[in-house]
């Protein structure tokens, strides 16, 4: 198999790629959401532009951190999207931390998660990140396993130390 992460850009915007956004839930059984979900090709230009300026701080946002978003590939069909925030502010150590991801359905249980977090703290690494942050519901064994056969390792929140449906993770990155 053949794996390749790419920067998400409006341009990759082929036949597949939106077939895999539409694919996605609007929202899954976790409550996570899929902002691409039931939106026209023009839309999802103008979300992944909009993005774009954020992440390279070119628009500044409350909500959203400069972030790179990306897709992962295997052997050319697109299986995976998520993203790297660079820095969290504290509403992001409690709802989600550095790293984001979803599978396509049809592609989930293939390993291609564990892959695609493998790649991003690959990129993390690369850009001096020394540490990084993530979360999931208790009750998502998939996205627990995860990040533990990534190397990151449970915490406790100080933020929110009462989260009982909730687990913390965090990697140091060498």
Not at 15 to 30: A, G, K, R, S, V
Not at 57 to 84: F, H, M, Q, W
């Amino acid at each position: 198999m053949k794996y390749r992460l790419q920067e998400l850009r409006s341009n990759l915007l082929d036949n597949e790629l939106f077939n895999m956004l539409q694919e996605i839930p609007e929202t899954d059984e976790f409550g996570q959401t899929n902002e691409y979900f039931g939106k026209t090709r023009e839309q999802i230009i103008e979300e992944i532009n909009s993005r774009m300026k954020v992440a390279y701080s070119l628009t500044l946002s409350r909500n959203i951190l400069p972030a790179e978003n990306y897709i992962l590939y295997v052997d050319d069909k697109p299986v995976c999207i998520g993203g790297l925030r660079f820095k969290l502010n504290n509403y992001w150590k409690r709802h989600s931390g550095n790293i984001w991801y979803k599978t396509r359905p049809s592609e989930q249980k293939k390993g291609y998660c564990s892959k695609f977090v493998e790649l991003i703290c690959e990129r993390a690494k690369e850009l001096g990140m020394k540490e990084l942050f993530a979360q999931c519901d208790i009750q998502n064994y998939g996205s627990n396993k995860v990040l533990l056969n990534n190397g990151f390792e449970k915490y406790t929140n100080p933020l929110c130390p009462d989260w009982k449906d909730t687990n913390f993770y965090k990697k140091t990155l060498l």
